[in-house]
């Protein structure tokens, strides 16, 4: 799918801030495809329609959680974290891309998984450090997204584990093993 006719569709599935972040989101992506050596499509794509499912309606999101058989502990944790696998479902069923590297990106890209591709990596980090981010230390991120793809993983992940603690919200456990995964490693 081309460009214009991708970012036309999910124009029209989020907000204007949110389709703002997800220009970011696709800038920054393919900056680090290119840096990294992941495909630049996919990467594009991937940013582009990573967010698509974050304005629909809780009970439509946890109806196809429940029908798609994905993972039920989803639903006792943060309803954020469900618009990524739902997202990942509905870009498939509604804007026909079927592409599995695709649409794991989209579907790991608030939580992470264990062993996860440099297509993953990328979008997780483009999420994260895009330029219209402000979160504190996202600064340190950004500089080392430019030097080590798993080191400013790492810390962005583990910026968002110790924002989450100090608000007392709950972690999902895939969230650690991300964190764990990506530790043990180095
Ligand atoms: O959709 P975005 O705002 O661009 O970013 P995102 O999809 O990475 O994260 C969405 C939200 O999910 C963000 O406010 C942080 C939250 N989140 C990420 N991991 C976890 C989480 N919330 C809980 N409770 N537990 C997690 O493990
Ligand atoms: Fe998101
Ligand atoms: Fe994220
Ligand atoms: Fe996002």
């Not at 502990?73 to 079927?98: C, F, Q, R």
């Not at 790492?154 to 584990?161: A, E, G, R």
């Amino acid at each position: 799918m081309e460009r214009e006719k991708a970012l036309a569709v999910v124009e029209k599935a989020i907000t204007k801030q949110r389709y703002q972040h997800t220009l970011g989101v696709m800038e920054t992506a393919i900056s680090l495809a290119k840096r990294y050596g992941a495909d630049v499509k996919k990467a594009e794509l991937a940013a582009i329609f990573h967010d698509y499912a974050k304005f629909r309606p809780k009970d439509e999101m946890r109806k196809i959680i429940i029908e798609q058989n994905m993972p039920k502990d989803l639903l006792e944790y943060n309803t954020e974290l469900w618009h990524a696998p739902v997202g990942a479902y509905l870009v498939e069923k509604e804007v026909g891309i079927s592409d599995k590297e695709i649409l794991d990106a989209i579907r790991y890209h608030t939580s992470g998984r264990e062993n996860m591709t440099l297509l993953e990596k990328v979008i997780y980090l483009a999420d994260y450090i895009e330029p219209g981010r402000s979160f504190p230390g996202v600064d340190e991120v950004r500089e080392l997204a430019q030097k080590d793809l798993n080191e400013a993983l790492v810390q962005s992940i583990s910026n968002t584990i110790a924002f989450l603690m100090k608000k007392k919200q709950p972690i999902y456990p895939e969230t650690f093993k991300t964190y764990n995964a990506l530790v043990m490693k180095n």
